[in-house]
């Protein structure tokens, strides 16, 4: 089985503490208001969350990936949306320009993204281009020196908060000689005009996250906010989406860890024919399975964050990129449909109160779908996976 650092686990304590002092408190009031709480947020990058893997010249700590999955576990131990903010504001925010922007556009943006005090989104999903992401309908066209951006997205996290600096998104720019569509990354400043961030959604989970459709409506930028090469945008999305998956089974183990802790102290407290309800089999055999679907996934998903630490570190005998692919799919996929079983398990185990919104285990209820559909659905994963053994599969 694979184990952290003395390290990684002092880490984690430290992480444990704060999201135990600064969000347990006040998470079920934040939910049931849908609040999305810029302080806390702005904390964590306090904390040194948001450039766990940021370069110092940036602002960052230079520390390695699987950091960040142990701290959007313990974030995500305590609250799934809060979870999400973290992972999307440094995966899907911060990593982006990191990896792929010039200099000048690192300078620009980063400092204030690995600070925290400023958030980016990631637009790739739109109303019909969701697991098929190539089929993106958006739309730039250079004119002179500007990109002329049409089109609408959907589903994107962090992008419409009052800290929100930017949204970075793909589009068509063109046509490749064999026809098919050439797709862009282009950085869109937050408040320029045509781009408008429609209302938050009402959604069946995650109400602390902040998420959006977003609308172009010849919406210009310089085309110095070309993020990366040019049509190579698609790649550049997909090569982020591997890490992503990574931390959402990471967020997916805090809250597998969460359903196991609550079952226990519960099942140990609720007296029932004269004792506690732990004593019963049937109680005590389906607390057991959330343990093992939680050592499973948390040995899937550390084991897959290793593998891209020693992949950036260039260690020898490292990974491939279709190794680390392979095992990003199998740690998401697995701890995902964990997730989703052991927050199922958790109401079981709670009988009535389980369907109270008074007890955490209804929002671990809710929040555990997402997992499942969000960078990746199971369906595509499976697919990667069946790939990767070799299949022919469409």
């Known amino acids: ?174 046509s490749r000689e064999d026809g098919t569509a050439e797709i862009s990354a282009i950085i869109v400043p937050s408040g320029t005009p045509g781009f408008l961030v429609e209302p938050v959604y009402d959604k069946l989970g995650w109400h602390i996250s902040d998420t959006h459709p977003l609308t172009f409506e010849d919406c210009r930028v310089p085309a110095a906010n070309l993020l990366g090469e040019r049509g190579r945008g698609f790649a550049q999305f997909l090569a982020i989406l591997d890490d992503g998956r990574v931390a ?39 607390i057991a399975d959330i343990d093992v679907m939680l050592q499973a996934s948390r040995g899937l998903t550390y084991r897959a964050a290793a593998m891209r630490d020693a992949m950036e570190a260039g260690e020898s005998g490292a990974p491939s990129v279709k190794e680390f692919k392979h095992a990003a799919a199998v740690a998401k996929l697995y701890a995902t449909e964990s997730a989703v079983t052991a927050t199922r398990i958790a109401t079981q185990v709670f009988g009535g109160y389980g369907f109270m919104e008074e007890y955490p285990v209804t929002r671990f209820y809710r929040d555990a779908r997402i997992l499942t559909i969000g960078e990746g659905t199971s369906e595509v994963q499976r697919m990667l996976i069946a790939r990767g053994l070799g299949l022919p599969v469409e």
């Open 1 to 174: 089985m694979f184990e952290l650092s003395r390290e990684h686990e002092a880490f984690r304590a430290s992480v444990r503490d704060f999201a135990e002092k600064e969000i347990r408190p006040h998470v079920a009031e934040w939910d049931k208001a849908h609040h999305f709480p810029v302080d806390v947020v702005q904390k964590l990058g306090h904390l040194g969350l948001m450039g766990l893997t940021a370069p110092e010249e940036y602002g960052g700590s230079g520390g390695d990936f699987t950091s960040l999955c142990v701290a959007i576990e313990e974030i995500g131990r305590i609250d799934q949306a809060l979870g999400i903010t973290l992972e999307a504001a440094v995966g899907l925010g911060i990593n982006p320009i990191l990896t792929f922007g010039s200099d000048e556009q690192k300078q620009q943006w980063l400092p204030d993204l690995v600070s925290g005090q400023r958030l980016a989104g990631f637009g790739l999903t739109e109303p019909g281009a969701g697991s098929d992401a190539g089929a993106t309908k958006t739309r730039a066209v250079l004119d002179n020196d500007e990109w002329v951006i049409n089109g609408a997205k959907q589903f994107i996290t962090n992008s419409g908060s009052e800290i929100t600096s930017l949204v970075t998104v793909t589009a068509r720019t063109g």
């Open 248 to 286: 959402i089974a990471a967020l997916a183990v805090g809250l597998i860890q969460a359903c196991l802790d609550e079952c226990v102290r519960y099942a140990n407290e609720r007296q029932t024919m004269g004792g506690p309800i732990g004593r019963k089999q049937g109680v005590a055999f389906q």
